[in-house]
């Protein structure tokens, strides 16, 4: 009895084994099939902009009411926020053919944790973006964790996500 069930048991393995052998389970798709596109979900609803080879984003939120504008710093894939030492960062907006200069300076929230110089928000404020919905811009220098990213164009509200 013993022997029947070990043989059941190498013939019910050699099964498995070859049905996992296989190279694929249904139809292999035509060359010309759209190739599923890679995309990032904004937690916010903002605008995302890629840092690097998708290494950082930030995520741009216009509130037009107040003239503000908020960054985020969140990973690759935009689902965890990424803490900055910098207090502060700059990006060259252009608005009417006139550069316009946005300082996101960092914020705390207590609620959080984070403080200036320890933070994944930041946010600034001109009387331009009250009125503006679309503009293209360039970030001048950010440091995030070591990774100095520069001169990084974006437009806004499209971002910079090419693919």
């Known amino acids: 009895m013993n022997f029947a069930r070990r043989a059941a048991a190498a013939i019910f393995l050699l099964a ?56 985020y710093v969140l990973d690759g894939e935009m689902e965890n926020f990424i803490r900055s030492k910098q207090p502060s960062f700059e990006a060259v907006a252009t608005v009417g053919g006139q550069p316009q200069t946005l300082v996101f300076r960092a914020i705390a929230d207590p609620a959080t944790g984070e403080t ?7 946010e600034a404020s001109a009387g331009w973006l009250k009125a503006t919905r679309s503009f293209d811009a360039v970030l001048t220098s950010l440091d995030i964790r070591g990774t ?12 910079n996500d090419k693919d």
Request: glycine fraction near 12%.
């Open 148 to 159: 100095v990213f520069t001169h990084v164009a974006f437009n806004f509200p499209q971002g």
């Open 16 to 71: 498995v084994l070859a049905g996992c052998s296989r190279s694929g389970t249904g139809p292999t798709p035509p060359a010309d099939a759209p190739v599923a596109k890679h995309e990032h979900h904004p937690p916010h609803g903002g605008t995302p902009v890629v840092l690097g080879d998708e290494i950082y984003h930030l995520e741009l939120v216009l509130d037009p009411a107040a003239g503000k504008l908020d960054a």
């Open 116 to 122: 200036v110089g320890d933070t994944s928000l930041f």
